[in-house]
Structures are given as C-alpha cells and as structure tokens.
C-alpha cells in the first residue's frame, strides 16, 4: 500500500531550524526517488529536494542549496528534510513525494509531474 507521511512542521522565526520527517510505507519507499515539494498560498507547487536509494545522490533547489539537507534511514522507511537558516519565503506547505528512481537520475524530480505519490503535507512558517 503506498503511503507517506509527513511530520515535524511548525512554526519558527527567521534564522531557525525545523526538521521534516517523511515516513514511507516499504512498498513506497522501495521506488526509490524521494522528493520534498513546497507551495506556498497562491503559488505553484516547486521541488525543494530529492535524494535517491541509499543516500547516492541528492538533488537541491537553488533557493534551498547551503541551508537544506535531504537525508534518510533505509532502516525507518525515513526521509528528512533538515531546514536551517529559514526565511519568510520558506512558509509554505511541505510535501513528500515518491517515484522510481529514473526520476530522480534522468534529473525530472523538480518536476511534480513526475511523482505519483504524496503525502498530505505539514506546514512550515517562519516569521521575521
């Protein structure tokens, strides 16, 4: 059964630190690109990061490079998304997402086209 569910969001002030957690059924992970999306209110849903089996290869978003990493535990089903130095423009609603890997290789994952599976999403604001 695919499921993914997403938890750790919350609410922070500029400069802060939250760390998403992505816990994936093991069929879910099995397919094994996993992307994190965020859309903010009013405004199309854009990739933030993604990361293949095993931790090989991690893919970031020009805006999140230097402050975000995307990591997981094969042994939890777990995918995170460490988020530091936050900005205003990083509230949004965080979503987890999963396909097979050539998404991630053939370098569509910022693409949500390209993902099949999500999970409902939890909420990140930063205030300033």
């Known amino acids: 059964q695919v499921q993914l569910v997403e938890s750790g969001g919350g609410s922070v002030q500029a400069g802060g630190s939250l760390r998403l957690s992505c816990a994936a059924s093991?069929?879910?992970?099995?397919?094994?690109?996993m992307g994190w999306f965020r859309q903010a209110p009013g405004k199309e849903r854009e990739a933030v990061a993604a990361?293949?089996?095993?931790?090989?290869?991690?893919y970031y978003a020009d805006s999140v490079q230097g402050r975000f990493t995307i990591s997981q535990d094969n042994a939890k089903n777990t995918v995170y998304l460490q988020m530091n130095s936050l900005k205003p423009e990083d509230t949004a609603m965080y979503y987890c997402?999963?396909?097979?890997?050539?998404?991630?290789?053939?370098?569509?994952?910022?693409?949500?086209?390209?993902?099949?599976?999500w999970g409902q999403g939890t909420q990140v604001t930063v205030s300033s």
């Open positions: 997402a999963a396909d097979l890997p050539v998404v991630c290789w053939s370098g569509r994952w910022w693409s949500m086209n390209e993902f099949n599976y």
């Open positions: 093991r069929y879910t992970y099995s397919r094994n690109c």
């Open positions: 990361i293949t089996s095993g931790g090989g290869s991690t």
